[in-house]
């Protein structure tokens, strides 16, 4: 479900673990399906449950501590193989952001596409946000899309993500990519009459 942005302040989940891939993040005997629902359900799934189906305890997914819809993750995450089923299962765990300090690219824009605000921050602010997490689990970060700030609500302290233009406004309105060409619908009858 699309759902416009504008400021999100959430608690977190932390992830400090570098070098996600896609594989680790959706598993790729879970990509059958073709819509985007259901995939959260298996989102870490070698990593939140046993073979045998039980949850593993100390995983954060697991831990009753952490909640909030923003996922803090270690460096390079979303590397691996392109599938958009990642991104997927991300948005439908009910994760709208997801910080860390380097993003695979094909990754990054995946969660573009569905609506979820990966954010880039240095590494120094990734680590000490992973800090104060574990001291206060209650640690909430502020995400001011239309500044392009991220806040650790703990400490004060801001830092400026960039973002495409496009997706940006693509995200503040709540469309998608054919969304956006149906809005500018007007401008390109107006074009090819003028043409």
Known sequence: MKEKFNIIESTCVPLPTENIDTDQIIPARFL?????????????RDWRFSPEGEKIAGFPLNDDRYSGCVLVAGRN?????????????????????????????????????????????????????????????????????????????????SEHFDINPYKKQCLLEGLDDVEYLLSKKSDIERFERER
């Open 32 to 44: 059958k399906a073709t819509s985007r629902e259901g995939f959260g359900d298996n989102l870490f």
């Open 77 to 157: 995450f979303g590397c691996g193989s392109s599938r958009e089923h990642a991104a997927w299962a991300i948005h439908d765990y009910g994760f709208r952001v997801v910080i860390s300090s380097f993003f695979a690219d094909i990754h990054k824009q995946n969660e573009l596409n569905c609506f979820v605000l990966p954010v880039t921050v240095s590494e120094d602010f990734l680590q000490e946000l992973f800090s104060n997490i574990a001291e206060d689990n209650a640690t909430k970060v502020r995400v001011d899309l239309p500044a392009q700030t991220v806040t650790n609500l703990t400490t004060g302290r």
